[in-house]
């Protein structure tokens, strides 16, 4: 079936250093892949999504590219802020409308 | 302003009650989803509406039903509710064939 894994649950560092969380993820299909921001207490929020052409999608300062040898789409962020602390999700659609979530990956960026 | 919204935010119920959750969107979104956030596990989905009176089982149903009788109000049914459905739940709406969610602020449910 289709899973998403995120192996990190917890990623800790410091303001201004670089942000790579891990994303893999199995379809039979050619999903489309994203990963979804919920800051403390609020609504996971949409951040970015794959393309169909290979552009690599790009918002906040974030940036994912989808690998489809590598079956991964990791989430990049050049220099860490302390308002990027929050959870962050992986998730694909298997073109089924039904969004299948990773387990999430909490990032918090220390001063 | 778009959006989508649940009420209450915050219930505490006692084992064997019943527990109704109401989620409201204000986009004519076809599709609404009820989905359990619950940590390590991230968010698990619980039924799929696709439209008015078409309802669909998620992966983890059982313990729950839904209700959708206007296509802008999903309401997710926790007939007895039992301990082990604490969690916080978020509803979710799209438009039919996109999987851009627009997430609810979520209700956090305590059951004792």
């Known amino acids: 079936g289709d899973s998403v894994t995120q192996t990190e649950g917890l990623v800790t560092l410091t303001e201004g250093l670089p942000v790579m969380l891990n994303c893999t993820y199995q379809?039979?299909?050619?999903?489309?892949l994203f990963w979804y921001v919920q800051h403390l207490n609020e609504a996971p929020k949409l951040l970015l999504k794959?393309?169909?052409?290979?552009k690599r999608p790009e918002h906040q300062g974030f940036h994912a590219t989808l690998h489809k040898s590598s079956s991964s789409f990791h989430l990049q962020k050049s220099s860490a802020q302390l308002s990027d602390s929050a959870l962050y999700y992986c998730a694909l659609d298997p073109n089924t409308n039904k969004v299948v979530f990773g387990t999430g990956t909490r990032l918090q960026v220390l001063p | 302003d778009m959006k989508v919204t649940q009420m209450p935010r915050y219930l505490i119920k006692r084992m064997g009650e019943n527990v109704l959750l109401e989620c409201g969107q204000d986009m004519s979104h076809e599709t609404m989803y009820w989905y359990r956030q619950d940590p390590g596990l991230g968010l698990q989905l619980i039924y799929i509406s696709y439209d008015v009176d078409s309802n669909s089982e998620g992966d983890i149903p059982k313990g729950y039903r839904v209700s959708r009788k206007k296509r802008e109000h999903f309401s997710l049914i926790l007939d007895s509710a039992k301990t082990n459905q604490t969690s916080v739940y978020f509803c979710?709406?799209?438009?039919?064939?996109?999987?851009?969610?627009?997430f609810g602020s979520g209700t956090r449910l305590l059951v004792i």
């Open positions: 794959s393309f169909t052409d290979n």
């Open positions: 379809s039979t299909y050619s999903p489309f």
């Open positions: 979710a709406s799209s438009l039919v064939g996109n999987s851009d969610y627009t």
